[in-house]
C-alpha cells in the first residue's frame, strides 16, 4: 500500500466515525496531496524521513502554518495560525501526514472533553461515556484507528487521563524535553506536548523527532536527546518506588487498588526492587496545581481581547473596557471564565500569599521530595485516575468530584517529571484502566524501557 492508498484508508475510517466528533477540521485535501509527493520517492528509501507516511492528527491547540487553531473556544473562532508550532514543524521535516486537527476541552481546561464549543467528543469503547480530557479528541482518533498516532498537550494529565480512559497509550515528557512553542498556553510552567500511541515503539520515534533545544522556547532543556527507540529493548531490573497512600485514598476504585497491588507483587516475583515510600503530599498536590494553575491560565488568557484577533462583540460597544467585557463574556465557555476568576482571585490583593505563595511553596516541597525519591530509585508507580470512564454529565455540576479526577496525574506536572499511562487491565464494567509510570526529571528513557517491558509481556499473555 502507497502513502495516498493509505490516507484514503483513513479518511474513509474517519467519515464513517464523524459522529464520534473527534475532529475539528480533516486536512483531506492537503494529506492527499502530502501523500502523493511522498509515493514519489518511495523507490529511494534514502530520502525518506524517519516518519515516513505516518498518518497523525493533532490537537486543537498546537499552531500548523495556514490552518486553524482555536482551543476548541469561540474566542478563537476562525482564528489561523501564522506559524507551526516547533514540534509539529519536526513531524512534517521527517515525512508524516497531518490529517487534522483534533477536538478538545476549551483552552485544555477539563477532564472529560465536555467543554468544546464543538461538542463533546464520544468515547469509541462506550458512547455514552467521555473519552478524558483535554486531550479527547486526540485519545479517540488513536483509538478508532482514525490515525496512527496522535499528539495532545498535558498540563495536569490531559494526555494521560484519556489515554487511560480509551484504552491506549499516553506519554507526557518531562518540562523542557518537547519545545512549547507554538503550543496555545493554558499553564506555561505545567505544559507539555504529549504522545498518544497503541506502542511504545512509535512513542519513542515521536519524542526523538520533537525532541530538542529550540532557539523560540527559552524552557526548552539543551541536554542531548537520546535515541530513544535504539534503548527501548532491555531485560534491566528496575528500582521503583510506590506511594501507599496512593492506593489507600477513598477516591480510588477497589478494582484499581486490587489490580496494582497484583501488579506490584508480580513485579518483585520478576526481580524488580519495589519499595514503599511514604507520600505526605498526596491531599495538597490537587489544591496547589489548581491555585498555581488558574493563576497562570488568568495571566495568559488575557491576551484574548477581541482586539487583535479571535472573536469580537457584534453588540454595541461603549468604550474599550466594554469591548473586552462583551468579547470575553460571549467567547469563552463557563470552564474557562471559572478558571479565569479563580485565578484572578488569587492573585489578588490580600489572598497572594495566602493561597499562590502557599502553592508555590508546597510545589517546592513536591519537587524536593521528588528528588530525594529519584536518588534511590529509577521509577514510581501509581494509578492514572481513581475510576474508570464515567458517564457523561455524571460530574458536570460536581466541581471537587471532577478535580479529584486528577489527584494522580498532577503531580507528574508540578514536579515536572515524565510520566506515561499504560494500558494494563479491565475493569468489571468493560472499560480499560491503565498503569502510570513515572521517571526522573528528563529521564524518558528509563521510563519507555520499562513500559516496553509491561507492554510486551502484556501482548505473550494474551
Known amino acids: 500500500m502507497n502513502c495516498t492508498d493509505l490516507v484514503h484508508t483513513y479518511l474513509d475510517k474517519i467519515s464513517k466515525c464523524i459522529h464520534l466528533n473527534a ?7 492537503e494529506a492527499l496531496k502530502t501523500a502523493s509527493s511522498l509515493d514519489l520517492k518511495k523507490h529511494d528509501s534514502s530520502t525518506w524521513g524517519s516518519l515516513y507516511g505516518v498518518v ?20 478563537l473562532k476562525n482564528h489561523k495560525a501564522i ?43 462506550d458512547e455514552d461515556r467521555v473519552p478524558g480530557g483535554s486531550s479527547g479528541g486526540s485519545a479517540v482518533a488513536v483509538l478508532a484507528d482514525l490515525c496512527m ?14 489515554a487511560d480512559f480509551c484504552g491506549i497509550i499516553g506519554m507526557k515528557p518531562g518540562y523542557g524535553r518537547i519545545s512549547r512553542f507554538g503550543l496555545l498556553a493554558y499553564a506555561s510552567s505545567f505544559d507539555q506536548i504529549g504522545i498518544f500511541s497503541k506502542n511504545t515503539e512509535d512513542v519513542a520515534i515521536l519524542l526523538r523527532v520533537m525532541s530538542g533545544v529550540d532557539e523560540y522556547d527559552s524552557t526548552c532543556s539543551d541536554s542531548v536527546v537520546p535515541n530513544y527507540p535504539d534503548l527501548l529493548q532491555t531485560d534491566k531490573k528496575f528500582n521503583i518506588a510506590y506511594f501507599p497512600q496512593s492506593l489507600t485514598h477513598p477516591s480510588l476504585d477497589p478494582e484499581i487498588k486490587n489490580a496494582i497491588e497484583q501488579m506490584i507483587a508480580e513485579l518483585k516475583e520478576k526481580g524488580h526492587k519495589v519499595t514503599p515510600i511514604d507520600f505526605n503530599y498526596l491531599d495538597y498536590v490537587v489544591p496547589a496545581y489548581y491555585v498555581l494553575t488558574t493563576a497562570e491560565a488568568s495571566s495568559n488568557l488575557s491576551r484574548y481581547d477581541g482586539v487583535r484577533y479571535g472573536y469580537r462583540t457584534p453588540r454595541p460597544i461603549n468604550d474599550l473596557s466594554d469591548l473586552y467585557k462583551k468579547s470575553r463574556s460571549e467567547g469563552f465557555g463557563k ?25 508555590q ?8 521530595k521528588t528528588n530525594e525519591i529519584f536518588s534511590n530509585n529509577e521509577l514510581i508507580l501509581m494509578p492514572t485516575v481513581p475510576s474508570p470512564a464515567f458517564r457523561f454529565g455524571e460530574k458536570s455540576n460536581d466541581a471537587i468530584e471532577m478535580f479529584l479526577g486528577d489527584l494522580y496525574t498532577v503531580y507528574a506536572n508540578l514536579a515536572g517529571i515524565p510520566s506515561i499511562s499504560l494500558p494494563l487491565f479491565k475493569h468489571s464494567n468493560g472499560m480499560p484502566f491503565g498503569l502510570q509510570v513515572l521517571s526522573n526529571n528528563l529521564d524518558e528513557a528509563s521510563l519507555l524501557q520499562f513500559s516496553n517491558q509491561l507492554m510486551k509481556e502484556k501482548v505473550n499473555t494474551n
Do not use: W
Not at 497523525?56 to 474566542?75: F, M, N, Q
Not at 513531524?91 to 472533553?113: H, K, R, Y
Open 23 to 29: 475532529f475539528v477540521e480533516i486536512y483531506s485535501e
Open 56 to 75: 497523525i492528527g493533532i490537537k486543537d491547540v498546537l499552531c500548523y502554518k495556514d490552518h486553524l487553531v482555536t482551543a476548541g473556544s469561540a474566542i
Open 83 to 125: 506559524y507551526s508550532a516547533t514540534a509539529v514543524q519536526r513531524l512534517l521535516d521527517e515525512d508524516a501526514i497531518i490529517i487534522g486537527n483534533l477536538n478538545c476541552d476549551e483552552f485544555a481546561m477539563g477532564s472529560s472533553n465536555e467543554n468544546s464549543v464543538y461538542g463533546k467528543v464520544l468515547n469509541a469503547l
Open 149 to 162: 498516532v496522535s499528539l495532545g498537550s498535558d498540563t495536569g494529565g490531559s494526555v494521560r487521563q484519556p
Open 335 to 359: 470552564e474557562v471564565k471559572k478558571r479565569i476568576m479563580l485565578g484572578t482571585f488569587v492573585l489578588s490583593t490580600g489572598y497572594y500569599d495566602a493561597y499562590y505563595a502557599k502553592a
Open 361 to 368: 511553596q508546597v510545589r517546592r516541597l513536591i519537587v524536593e
